[in-house]
């Protein structure tokens, strides 16, 4: 048997990877006392304890007695950080990683750590270049990339985000999801070729790898060969989820409804929590107009996902949009449970749904938090799903106040000139202006037509442009192009 620690040490990195943290635990226990209580190996053991239920306390005394002679070592303080996490001290962990990263700025699952902490106490912005400076370190590790890609995409710097994952998936050919967030970036940039040359190292004998390689071809145009493809994927993956949600998907972009919706259903019998597939479904019932089954897949994968903002938008979007404001409130409330910012579409909605439901006093009350540039916004969803009760119209006056005076104009279309407001038959609804979505909605599958008009006699559409980079925003008329 080896004497050597390193070789202990080894065998336990095998080990955790495998789940077997008992035999890990031995072979660590080995390394420390054959290295005499080298840091690094006492680190890796109070880390492997602080993941067992119930043994928090016991990593935490571990490194507390190491750290009394070691003060300032980063390990250690990454073991205390993941302890003290462990027991739901997260101020002690944030304390010890901050120690960790002064102590060893290139350390970088100390940021990654960090990152994870501060994402968990609501400081999205503090956690984006902890993430990112973990992933510059070790480019190579698929959990330190995706971790620097959501928040980068939260933050609105989709274009950096794109990089992290194609230089992500450079390292990284066989990880699905890396991979996919390359090629999904490069086609919504419409750069077919850089997505794929993110699937240029994978491997074909991976699912997802033929169904993605088939989804290239077909949005090349190469139907042909697509089909080529997914002949091969039948034979060999004809009930694997990946290649199955990937060929209903290339099926929904031909407008081949009937068949895609097969597929969806095939999968969703082998996978009933297939976020993708459940979104799927609901683009396609809205598309049809059957809101119900639409408003049940939406609902079941923010059940899935409490904190996916783009469904959460979506949803009570949709429900404003069916004038069920209690509903569409109750998803901004359940948002408010979370951690996360609340993005700024659902503070308009929650605005909005306190007025449907003649509350005005609680529609005020929120009303700071809409951001300015989402004014013109609101009151357009109002004009258009809106119940014209008192409280909408004590609203409406306090968001007049608020426009800036250079959109005046516009904000004026959305003023109630009939006198009986509450006619909802004779009052038309105004032009609607699109309460912007969150930056990383856009899929290959293009809007989801929840949003679509419902009135297709309108050929007039109206909505507004805001300028990344001035913040000036732009009033575009379909109808004459004017600006």
């Known amino acids: 048997m080896s004497r050597d620690p390193e070789f202990f040490y080894v065998q336990a990195e095998r080990l ?3 789940g077997k943290f008992a035999a890990a635990e031995l072979m660590l226990r080995q390394a420390t006392e054959l290295g005499g209580n080298n840091r690094v190996y006492v680190a890796a053991l109070a880390a492997l304890l602080s993941l067992q239920e119930g043994r928090a306390e016991e990593s935490m005394s571990l490194v507390e007695e190491q750290l009394a002679l070691h003060p300032n070592e980063p390990n250690l303080l990454v ?8 027991s739901g001290q997260a101020e002690l962990a944030e304390n010890s990683l901050r120690r960790a ?38 480019p190579d590790q698929p ?28 390292f990284c050919p066989q990880e699905m999801e890396l991979v996919q967030k390359a090629v999904e970036g490069a086609l919504a940039r419409e750069e077919p070729a850089r997505a794929w040359d993110a699937l240029q190292e994978s491997n074909d004998d991976l699912p997802w790898v033929l169904g993605w390689k088939a989804t290239l071809l077909d949005y090349n145009g190469d139907s042909e060969k697509a089909d080529a493809v997914l002949d091969i994927g039948r034979d060999k993956f004809s009930e694997d989820p990946d290649f199955l949600f990937l060929e209903a998907a290339i099926f ?29 479904r609901a683009d396609l019932a809205f598309g049809s107009q059957s809101t119900e089954e639409a408003l049940a897949d939406l609902q ?57 439901l ?57 003023l109630d ?8 038959a004779e009052a038309p609804p105004a032009p609607r202006l699109e309460v912007p979505r969150p930056a990383d909605y856009s899929s290959l599958l293009g809007e989801s037509p929840a949003y679509e008009d419902d009135d297709e006699e309108d050929d007039e559409e109206v909505w507004v442009e805001i300028d990344e980079e001035t913040g000036e925003e732009y009033v575009w008329v379909e109808e004459d192009e004017d600006e």
């Open 417 to 424: 000139e009939d006198e009986d407001e509450n006619d909802e």
């Open 79 to 86: 073991a205390q950080a993941l302890a003290a996490k462990a």
């Open 358 to 414: 003649g509350e005005p006093q609680e529609a005020l009350d929120k009303l700071p938090a809409v951001p300015a540039n989402l004014i013109i916004a609101a009151l357009s969803e109002m004009a258009a799903f809106g119940c014209c009760n008192p409280a909408e119209q004590a609203l409406r006056e306090r968001l007049m106040e608020l426009v800036p005076p250079e959109e005046m104009a516009t904000a004026a279309d959305f």
């Open 16 to 18: 955790v990877s495998e």
């Open 143 to 170: 959990d330190y990339a995706l971790a620097a890609i959501e928040l980068l995409e939260a933050a609105g710097k989709s274009d950096y985000a794109f990089e992290v994952a194609s230089l992500g998936a450079s």
């Open 252 to 280: 929904v972009r031909r407008q081949l409804t009937q068949e895609a919706l097969e597929l969806i259903e095939n999968l969703l019998e082998l996978c009933p929590t297939h976020r993708g597939a459940l979104r799927l």
């Open 300 to 356: 079941a994968m923010l059940e899935l996902e409490p904190g996916d903002e783009s469904v959460a938008v979506e949803l009570s979007s949709a429900f404003y949009r069916a004038r069920r404001y209690r509903e569409a409130l109750d998803v901004c409330l359940n948002w408010e449970t979370l951690p996360n910012p609340m993005p700024p579409q659902l503070t308009v909605y929650r605005v909005l749904a306190h007025a449907g």
């Open 101 to 138: 990263v002064l102590a060893n700025p290139n350390h970088a699952y100390a940021h990654h750590s960090l990152g994870k902490v501060l994402v968990d106490s609501g400081r999205i912005s503090e956690a984006e270049p902890h993430a990112c400076k973990a992933f510059a370190l070790v």
